[in-house]
C-alpha cells in the first residue's frame, strides 16, 4: 500500500494549459464522491459493498453524496486538499467531471462503475462490478493520462455531436433501458427523423473545411454508448485526440454500418473518417449540443483540445 508523496512533481500539460504541481496523496486514504442517481440508482444499491470492500485494504474510507456536479467539485477538491484519493462511483458524466476538479488540484482519481454505460472504466479494464472494482484498487497504478476539454469543461471519453447529439437526448429520457440496449433504441428512434447536417471542422491548425453527414466526434478514449468501439484506435495517453467524422450516407447504409460500431469496424469503410489532432473547433448548420460522458457540455462553436498528461489516475495494472 503506498504512501504519502514526498516530493511533488509537476505535471506536463499543453502549452495553453499552466503546469499543476503534483498534491501529495496517501493511497490508503479514500474519499468516495457518489452519485447515488447513477444507473436508476446502481450506485447507491452498490455502496454499501463498495464501502466494505475498499474497507478491507484501505485505513481510511469516506463517502460524500453529490447534490449536484458543482457540489461534486467542492468534494474533489477537499479530498486532495486532505491527502485523499479521490473515488468517484456513478457514470461516465460524474467521473469525467470529478477527474476535472482533481486534475486542476493535482490529485489522484480513481474510478468505480456506477452508471449504465461505464464506457471509460471499460476502456480501462475495470471490473464492471463495482465491489470487484474496488477489491481491485488495492493493485492499482498510478498512471498520467490525458484530459480533454470542450469549450473549457473537462471529460473522460469521447465529445461528439450530431446524430449523436439527438440519440443522447433520448438515451437520456429513456429510463427504463440499461447499458447497450438504451442507446440501441436511441439510434433506432433518433434515425427515423434524422437529416444529414452541415459541419465546419477546423483540426489543429488546418484551414476549415466543410463536412457533410451525421456525425463529429473528438475521442480521448475508445468506448461510448454502452460498449460501442467509436474510436478503436484512441490512447488515453499519447497527447492526441482521435478526430472522428462519420459522412453523408443513407439511412439503410448507416443502419447496416451499426453494428460495426460494437467492435470498431466501422473505420474500415469509406465515408466514416479518422485523424489524431489536438485541436478541434466545430460549427454546424444547426444548434446542436456536444455531449460528452452521457452530459451535454458544451453549445456551439465548440472548441475541443487535450491536455496531455493532466490527469493522474489509478488503473488497472498492465498484463
Known amino acids: 500500500m503506498a504512501g504519502v508523496d514526498e516530493v511533488p512533481e509537476v505535471a506536463e500539460v499543453a502549452d495553453h494549459a499552466p503546469a499543476v504541481a503534483d498534491a501529495a496523496v496517501d493511497r490508503s486514504r479514500l474519499t468516495v464522491v457518489v452519485n447515488p442517481k447513477a444507473g436508476g440508482g446502481r450506485a447507491a444499491k452498490a455502496l454499501d ?48 467531471r470529478v477527474a476535472g476538479a482533481v486534475a486542476r488540484a493535482g490529485g489522484v482519481l480513481a474510478i468505480l462503475p456506477g452508471g449504465r ?46 446524430f449523436d447529439s439527438d440519440v443522447q437526448v433520448i438515451a437520456n429520457q429513456t429510463t427504463w433501458l440499461s447499458g447497450q440496449s438504451v442507446y440501441t433504441y436511441a439510434v433506432l428512434r433518433a ?3 434524422w437529416k444529414p447536417a452541415r459541419f465546419t471542422v477546423t483540426i489543429d491548425d488546418e484551414a476549415p473545411r466543410e463536412h457533410a453527414g451525421w456525425t463529429v466526434g473528438a475521442a480521448n478514449g475508445a468506448y461510448y454508448g454502452g460498449g460501442m468501439k467509436f474510436a478503436p484506435d484512441a490512447d488515453i495517453a499519447d497527447g492526441l485526440l482521435e478526430i472522428v467524422l462519420v459522412a453523408k450516407a443513407k439511412r439503410l447504409t448507416f443502419l ?11 473505420v474500415e469503410v469509406p465515408y466514416v473518417q479518422v485523424s489524431r489532432a489536438r485541436r478541434l473547433v466545430v460549427d454546424a448548420d444547426r444548434p446542436f449540443q456536444v455531449y460528452a460522458d452521457g452530459d451535454p457540455v458544451a453549445d456551439l462553436p465548440a472548441e475541443i483540445v487535450v491536455r496531455p498528461g493532466a490527469l493522474r489516475l489509478l488503473v488497472p495494472p498492465q498484463p
Open 191 to 193: 434515425l427515423a427523423a
Open 117 to 162: 454505460g461505464n464506457d471509460f472504466a471499460r476502456g480501462l479494464g475495470i471490473p464492471r462490478d463495482p465491489a470487484l472494482a474496488a477489491t481491485a484498487l488495492v493493485a492499482a497504478v498510478e498512471r498520467r493520462v490525458d484530459l480533454p476539454e470542450a469549450n473549457g469543461v473537462p471529460f473522460l471519453g469521447i465529445a461528439s455531436l450530431g
Open 49 to 96: 459493498d463498495v464501502r466494505a470492500a475498499l474497507a478491507r485494504w484501505a485505513d481510511d474510507v469516506t463517502v460524500e453524496t453529490t447534490k449536484s456536479l458543482e457540489h461534486a467539485d467542492e468534494l474533489a477538491r477537499a479530498a486532495v486538499a486532505d491527502g485523499r484519493v479521490t473515488v468517484a462511483l456513478g457514470g461516465d458524466g460524474l467521473s469525467g
Open 256 to 266: 447496416r454500418l451499426f453494428p460495426r460500431i460494437f467492435s470498431g469496424r466501422h
